[in-house]
């Protein structure tokens, strides 16, 4: 993978992370993260993917756990109806970060 893909895998999950709507994962991700001592949880502010976080300008911190939990990727080509798969992802909190 080149960079510029690397840098664009990071951008879409950014991008996702920040705009999605769904809600349903919020009450098992607060859970997760009080399990680990964390309790100021934002979904969307202070919660994001390895990925996301990368496209930050952060870097999770090495032998840090995050949280797994279920999303929503929707994909859409050209002239297709958009099609929603479900993957599972993992969640780390803006605490198991460091500015790169």
Known sequence: MTQEQRIEMQQAALSRAANGGLTANYMAIYAGFEAKGIADVRPRENEFTFNAWKALGRSVRKGEHGVK??????TQKDG?????????????????????
């Open 80 to 100: 297709e109806e958009p099609t929603k798969r479900c993957v599972t992802t993992v969640v780390f909190h803006e605490s198991q970060t460091d500015a790169i």
């Open 69 to 74: 939990c279920f999303t929503y990727i929707v």
